[in-house]
C-alpha cells in the first residue's frame, strides 16, 4: 500500500467497535478519552438514526465513556445535511424517531405528509403499516425517496431485528423505486463527517468492525481504514472481500499508543 500521511482525525464507528451488546469493548474507554485528551479531531459514526447526539452521549456515560455530544455523527445527521444542500427549506414525510425528525428540523425541513418534497425513512421502534402505506403512496405520487441508512437487520439483546434497509426493500417492491442510503457504506457519511470535524481525508483514519459498510465507505472516501476483530468481520472474512482495510488489529486498544 502506498505511503499516508500521519493521522490527525479520527472516525470510529460505534457499535461492535466502542460498545458490543450493550458492554463496553476493553480498552475502548481508554481510547476515547486518549482522543480527548490529543485534541485532534474525532467523531463516533453511527447508522442507528433513532437517537440524538445527546442520546447517545446519555447512552455511552452510562457505560464510562466521556464523550462530548460534538462528537457524535449520526447518519440522521448525515442525512438532513445532505437534504439541506440539494433543496434547502424543502419538506418531508417522515419514518422515524427523535434522531432524525429533530435532525431534520434542525437543517430548516418542514416535516408534512401533504405533498412532500421526499419521503425520509429512518429507524423506529415500531414500525406503523399506515407510516409505511402512506410513504407508498406519497412515493407514487412524485415524492422522493430517500434512506438513513441500508442496514437490513440491527441488534438487540433477544437477537436481529428488521432494521431501516427491509422496510425500504418493501416500500421499493411495493413502488418500484429505489431509495437514495445516505449512511454507510455511501462515502457521503464520511464526508458529511470530515465537513463537521473540518478534516482532511488523507490524513484521517476510520476505525470499524465491519468490511462491507465501515471499511468500504472509508476506503472510498479515501481514508485510511482500520477493521477492529471487536465486532461481526473476521480476519478469515475480511479475506474474502475485494478490498482489504489498511490494517487489522484486534481492538481500539491497541490503537491507544498512536494517538
Not at 19 to 37: I, L, T, W, Y
Request: aromatic share 6%.
Amino acid at each position: 500500500m502506498t505511503d499516508r500521511k500521519a493521522i490527525e482525525s479520527w472516525l470510529t464507528d460505534m457499535d461492535g467497535v466502542l460498545v458490543h451488546e450493550g458492554v463496553p469493548v476493553p480498552g475502548a474507554p481508554e481510547f476515547v478519552n486518549r482522543m480527548k485528551s490529543s485534541g485532534k479531531p474525532f467523531l463516533i459514526l453511527t447508522n442507528n438514526s433513532i437517537y440524538t447526539p445527546r442520546d447517545l452521549q446519555a447512552r455511552l456515560n452510562r457505560m464510562g465513556f466521556d464523550v462530548p455530544e460534538r462528537s457524535i455523527w449520526t447518519a440522521a445527521l448525515a442525512t438532513a445535511q445532505f437534504l439541506a444542500g440539494q433543496r434547502p427549506g424543502g419538506t418531508a414525510y417522515v419514518i422515524g424517531e427523535a434522531g432524525l425528525t429533530t435532525a431534520m428540523h434542525a437543517a430548516g425541513y418542514v416535516l408534512t405528509e401533504f405533498d412532500p418534497d421526499y419521503v425520509v425513512l429512518g429507524e423506529t421502534r415500531t414500525y406503523s403499516f399506515e407510516a409505511i402505506t402512506k410513504a407508498i403512496r406519497l412515493i407514487d405520487g412524485g415524492a422522493r425517496f430517500i434512506c438513513t441508512n441500508p442496514d437490513a437487520t440491527g441488534p438487540s439483546n433477544e437477537g436481529a431485528l428488521p432494521a431501516a434497509g427491509s422496510v425500504a426493500a418493501m416500500i421499493s417492491k411495493a413502488t418500484g423505486v429505489d431509495p437514495y442510503f445516505v449512511g454507510k457504506p455511501n462515502p457521503m457519511m464520511m464526508r458529511s463527517a470530515l465537513n463537521a470535524i473540518e478534516a482532511h481525508s488523507e490524513s484521517t483514519a476510520m476505525i470499524g468492525d465491519r468490511m462491507d459498510t465501515d471499511v468500504l465507505c472509508g476506503l472510498e472516501a479515501g481514508l485510511e481504514t482500520i477493521l477492529v476483530l471487536s465486532g461481526i468481520s473476521t480476519r478469515a472474512e475480511a479475506e474474502r472481500y475485494p478490498f482489504r482495510p489498511s490494517r487489522i488489529v484486534d481492538s481500539v486498544a491497541d490503537l491507544i499508543p498512536e494517538i
